[in-house]
Structures are given as structure tokens and as C-alpha cells.
């Protein structure tokens, strides 16, 4: 299971309409963090292809010295994919087991609860991104 | 029969006494002082009492000495370190104790955990971790138990519970910022009101009643705001934060791996003894004798006027799941720890 789609996916397999809004929900949170993690994907592009751009956002930053910079930019990037990963073991540990019992009420409360917690703290992260390198720049 | 060692969930309650309010963190509060008498949970001490701290002997060793010491401590345990570095006062004691008493060879089996919030938090550190630790660092938000394999874990716990309390910050936000060394009874009942914003009055009353029974153990009398919320931390909070790494993840087989860098005898004994070290005439100078060593070490001139920010809440936020642990390590369930609940004595205060 790689991604939130696979697993939503098997659980459309069990054809129950009691886990279909949960799985609903799992595609959902995928398609909100695939559109907020864009721009973090964008800017992995450029310190890869871009070392010019990234100099000047250098510019803009308390980090004095370039390399510094840019591996804080990569820690950016690897937060972001460390926060899914650690997403897709929490529905995999906490979720999952419910269904199985088939406590599908608790499975979805608890669903609905993670996916929120997530949602928050990845919004936050995106809108710091954005005010510190995206927000006046038309690239982005 | 196995004794809990900690309710952990934040979020999911039991009814615990009524009187107590019940309210993440205090809820959680286990009592060095009153053992097993007025916590909301029955739970077994799993650190120190105060009473070990005060038999502890006294070592006269600086707070500088009492890092160095616990930085040779780790290089003795000729371990790969993994190092969780939030950018915060506490931690950046740790990171810089051991960056500044190793060599560079010895620096090469530590390695560090952190996340951008880190270097935002602490920008004019980062140019010399990324220097220093270049190719071995890794974030935060990845689970820690592979890391327990391959070494062992320091994090900046504890320190919070030598100098003070975050509790200072609503202090200098409800009142002003030299309020801290007012009479608690001006200060602390609207403190707690505020920090327990949905307890009721006289759940709040209970709580500082509470706290105040235990107040024969200080060494010195507790007289101001500042005192108070120092003793309620320093006699209730240990277990919890010592403990907490296990709401987000299992950690069960290598949990005797992770070291709270102040969880030392050394230190918890240098927190009684030299109280008028942990904080200057205000507020902002809360973690003084840190603030001084960090200051020294790296001669950043901003530092001694650093707030306190809270940073494991950024890791909470996702990844909190586990509901209690018991003695033992393991994680039990929501419902194995409704026995743990404890119904407090009629008449306690």
C-alpha cells in the first residue's frame, strides 16, 4: 500500500456503505496534500535546476551562508513527505485494526479527526511557505 | 497487577474526579511529593520523588559544569546519537553541550533530528549545524523507532520542569511581565483560569489546593507566582513529559533508549539550590542560566531575550494516537485504562 488511494481503494473492495465516506475522505486529504505540496515539489525542482532563483530567494533569508540555505529548503521538502508517510502508518495502525473489527463508527470518527489535525498543520506550513518565498512572486 | 504509568491521549477523556479539572496537560499530573494520593489517574512513580532529589548529595556544579558532565556521560556511552533539536532554549543546550566538548571525530556518530519550524525558530544556529552535521540530518516528523535501533535518542525534555513553566508566558500575557514575582495568591488563581479555561472555579480552587499541600517539601517558602508555578511543574510534570513521546508512536522495545537531556539528579538538584538562577526580574529573562550559556557558547547577542515557544505541539498535531502506557511500556487501551481512574479521598486537600 503506497499511497491513500491504494488504500482507499481496498476498502471500496469490501463493498460496505458504511466505509465508503471514510474512504471518500482518505482521496480527498490525498488530493488537498498533492495541491498543497506542489509548490515544495516546485522548489525541489529548482534547487536541483535553478541555482540562480534560488540565490535570490537566498537573499530574502536570516541564513547567511548558501549552502545552509539550501539544505534548509531540502528539510522543507523532506518534512512534507515525512508528515504523509507518517499519515498513511497512522490510518494503517489506528484506522485499519477498527475496520477490521469492524468498528466502522469509531474508524470513522477517528478518521475524520486525523485527516483534521493534518489538514491544520499542513495549511499552517503552507502559508508560512508562502509568505516567506511565494506570496509576492508571480512564479509562484 | 501492572500499574499504569500514564494516561497519554490530549484529545479522548475518561471522567476522572469531578473536583479535579480535566484538562490536558493537568489531568495528566503525577505527583512527586504526595505519592499516590492526589493525582486524577492511579499511577505508578516511574522517576525520581522529590524526596531522592532532596537526599540527592549536593554536587556545587554550575549549570555549565552540570551540561558538560552530561555531555561526557553520552560520549561514554560510545552510542550513535540521534539528537532532537526543536531550535528552543532546551535543546539547543543539549546540541551545543555536546558540539562544544567533542571532537570533530566523536561528532561524526551524532546525528540530528529536526524540521524547518527548527531552523526557523533558531536561524543563526543553523549555519554550523548544517556545517557540522551535513549528510545526518533528518526530520523530525519521521517515525523514531528505527532510529532506537541503531542508537539512542536525546531530546531538551525536562528542562522546562528545571526552570520554571510555559505558564509564564500567561502570566506575563495576562498581567505584565514583572507580575511573575507578585504574591501567587494575586496572580496564580486568574493564571489558571486562564490556562484552564473551561474548569470551573471551584475546580480551579481544588487544583491550587492541591498543589499547595505538597508546598512543605520545598526547601524554601513559596511565596511568589514565579515560586508556584515552578513547584507545580517541577513536583507534577516529570513523569508526563519524560513519557509523552509514546502518545505518537510505540516505542515500547527500545524506550530505555531515549534520554530526557535534564533528567539528572544534577540538574533537578540545581533547580532546588539555586532558584534565583532560573529567571531575572522579568519574564523575558525566563531561563536564565541557559539563555547565558547559549550566549557564551555562540555569542549570539539576541539569545537572552528569546521567548519561550512550545515546539512538540507541531509534532503532537499528527501524530498523536496512543491512549495510556503502562509500567511497562506498553501501550494499553482507552478502555484497560478506565480502571486506572482514581476516585480521590473525600476529604483531600
Known sequence: ?140 | MTQLALYLHPNIKHDIDERFPNIFPFDQMVNRVRINEIDPYNCKLMVDSIQDIINHFSCNLSFEEIAFKRADYFKSLNDKIYLQYSGGIDSTVALLSILRSWDKQELERVNILCSYQSIKEFPGFWNEINHTFKGRIISSFNNFAPYLEQGIMINGEVGDQIFGSDLINIIENVFDKESIHKPWEDIIPKTLSVALFSATKPQIKFFIQLICSTFYACPFPIKTAFDWIWWYNFTTKVQHVTHRLLMMEDLTKNFHKIYPFFYTRDFQKWSMENHDLKVGKTSKSYKLEAKKFIHKYLNDENYLDKPKIGSLSKLWSVREKNFAVDEHYNIISFKQSKKYVRKLNENIN
Open chain 1, 1 to 140: 500500500m503506497k499511497t491513500l488511494t491504494d488504500i482507499a481503494r481496498t476498502i471500496y473492495e469490501k463493498n460496505d456503505t458504511n466505509l465508503d465516506k471514510l474512504a471518500d475522505q482518505l482521496i480527498e486529504f490525498e488530493d488537498f496534500f498533492e495541491n498543497k505540496s506542489y509548490e515544495l515539489y516546485k522548489l525541489r525542482d529548482e534547487i536541483k535546476n535553478n541555482p540562480e532563483y534560488i540565490k535570490q530567494l537566498h537573499q530574502r533569508s536570516e541564513i547567511t551562508d548558501f549552502d545552509a540555505f539550501k539544505s534548509s529548503l531540502l528539510l522543507l521538502v523532506e518534512d512534507r513527505e515525512a508528515i504523509k508517510k507518517t499519515f498513511i502508518d497512522v490510518i494503517k495502525q489506528t484506522i485499519i485494526p477498527l475496520i477490521e473489527d469492524q468498528k466502522y463508527k469509531a474508524a470513522n470518527i477517528l478518521t475524520k479527526s486525523r485527516i483534521h489535525n493534518f489538514k491544520s498543520r499542513i495549511k499552517a506550513d503552507y502559508n508560512d511557505f508562502l509568505s516567506e518565498f511565494g506570496a509576492d512572486d508571480p512564479n509562484y
